[in-house]
């Protein structure tokens, strides 16, 4: 099994951080989008991916430092068969008698045989016969299939709002998925079963969500910023005006005598947070000011502004 530290590239004591930071660099690399003529990458991405699902969840990670899992996360073999440990004979032990400290019951004892139960392919594990082996006799559980991965791109509006998605799997099938809270670019959605089938049943699909962009929102958090063009006399008027958010257009109040650069706020507009509480809309206003209107010319010629606006500026 694949050390996930190596596939990833980390050292053991790896910060979250920059266990994220190592899988979305890889992940970048080896997308099988940005992989068409190179059939290996969709293997490194998986493996990638894989290997980033077990270090970011700490309990996981925990298990495999600990050396419970595997680097699929599937339970370690027992008593450290495996792993470069194993049996070992008792020293000074008699020929056909002792190993390892253990009684063998009967002459001749076939070790090949033995081993070969412990150790042979398929994982397979002697029987509970083997007198004196006792609890050694149990099978490690069949393989199951293995994880496949998957890239969905949702809307600005619709990661907003979490609307449902539907996606398709490898088989043809489809299915609608729940975005979570707090939902951005990177984070990933396990489907439990969905994945390749194997002997101990089916492997899961590791959905990666993309967020895209928007053309004329912008995230800050779970917040949405917008500029919001306005005229020049709801500006100095004030007013009532409509404003686009991520749930349908709502009437905002300008106040009057409203200076480019103010920033209103739209409670409960935003993205929904991880604690289940919606951001807001930061509104930013920017007064458009017709170029060469001779109305607006005509305005001004008889009236000037003689405030010193730039004396903080020093000038």
Do not use: C
């Amino acid at each position: 099994m694949a050390d996930p530290y190596s596939v990833l590239g980390v050292a053991r004591t790896a910060s979250e951080a920059e266990i994220k930071s190592a899988y979305r660099k890889l992940a970048k690399q080896y997308h099988p989008d940005r992989n068409t003529d190179n059939p290996q990458a969709a293997e490194k991405f998986a493996q990638a991916t894989n290997a980033y699902d077990l270090l970011s969840d700490k309990d996981k990670r925990a298990q495999f430092d600990r050396g419970e899992i595997d680097g699929e996360g599937n339970p370690a073999a027992p008593f450290g068969f495996g792993g470069g440990g194993g049996f070992r004979g008792h020293p000074g032990g008699a020929a056909g008698g002792r190993a390892g400290g253990f009684e063998f019951s009967g002459d001749g004892a076939d070790f090949g045989d033995i081993f070969e139960g412990l150790f042979g392919a398929g994982g397979r594990r002697a029987g509970g016969g083997g007198g004196g082996f006792g609890g050694f006799g149990r099978q490690a559980p069949p393989p199951r299939g293995a994880n496949v991965a998957y890239r969905l791109a949702v809307s600005f509006i619709d990661a907003a709002t979490l609307a449902p998605q539907r996606i398709t799997l490898q088989d043809g099938k489809t299915i609608d998925l729940k975005l979570p809270n707090g939902v951005e670019s990177g984070t990933q959605m396990r489907l439990s079963g969905k994945g390749q089938a194997g002997p101990g049943g089916a492997g899961d699909a590791i959905v990666t969500i993309e967020v895209k962009g928007h053309a004329f929102f912008t995230r800050d958090g779970d917040n949405v910023l917008l500029d919001l063009p306005i005229t020049l006399d709801e500006a100095v008027k004030g007013g009532k005006v409509k404003v686009p958010t991520v749930d349908g257009p709502v009437m905002l109040g300008i106040p009057a005598g409203a200076q480019s650069g103010k920033t209103l706020r739209l409670r409960g507009k935003g993205f929904t947070g991880k604690d289940g509480q919606r951001g807001d809309q930061l509104v930013t206003l920017q007064i458009d000011v017709p170029a060469d209107d001779p109305a607006i010319r005509a305005l001004v010629e008889s009236w000037q502004d003689k405030r010193p606006v730039r004396a903080h500026l020093g000038v």
